[in-house]
């Protein structure tokens, strides 16, 4: 069989569907999604002036979003902020419940893993180029509930809040697409070619 017979057979599907169907496995991917996310947050660096580090919670997030497909994704991002809002110390820097001033850009990574997922499961995950695009989507819906929820609860001004909250950011954002740029589409040619 034919590369190109092989994607188009594939068409529709994103990584996780690679794995033979059942309840149990989409259970396991959706609370894998969540533990590599709450993982991921605890990879933080603190930004001088800014009360959100950077971390590789919000790499995760969108990676989750694009293995799992949208319905997954969102499942495993519920799943993570839901335990993190119950107490778990899981978000960045072993913190829980919703009071942080960071806590939008949670909700925003559970919209963003939806959204991910669906432009994977039409193939955003299959060219560099389309997946960098479908990062930088992630990443600014992302930042645009994050951000105005940092305004809100921190009593920051809008600009205030863009300079702490997203402009210190922007180049972690461009190494992470510039990473799932490669990972993502060779995941792809490495199935492609079995």
């Keep these: 069989m034919s590369t190109a017979t092989v994607t188009s057979a ?62 997954r994704g969102l499942a495993s991002l519920a799943v993570y902020a839901l335990v993190g809002m119950a107490g778990v110390p899981w978000f960045a820097q072993g913190g829980s419940g919703m009071a942080m001033p960071s806590f939008g850009y949670i909700l925003g990574m559970l919209l963003a893993a939806g959204v991910v997922g669906a432009l994977a499961r039409r193939g955003a995950d299959r060219s560099p180029w389309r997946m960098a695009g479908t990062m930088a989507l992630g990443s600014a819906i992302i930042y645009a509930v994050g951000v105005p929820y940092l305004a809100f609860a921190a009593d920051m001004s809008a600009s205030a809040a863009v300079a702490a909250g997203l402009t210190p950011f922007l180049i972690g954002d461009a190494l992470k697409a510039a990473l799932a740029m490669g990972v993502l589409p060779t995941a792809w040619k490495f199935v492609n070619k079995r």
């Design 10 to 71: 594939r068409s529709g599907q994103v990584l996780a569907d690679l794995v033979p169907a059942s309840r149990v496995r989409d259970a396991a991917l959706v609370l894998g999604g969540a533990a590599l996310t709450g993982l991921a947050a605890q990879i933080a660096v603190p930004v001088p002036g800014s009360p959100v580090p950077v971390t590789g919670q919000t790499f995760a997030a969108l990676l989750v979003g694009t293995t799992l497909g949208a319905g």
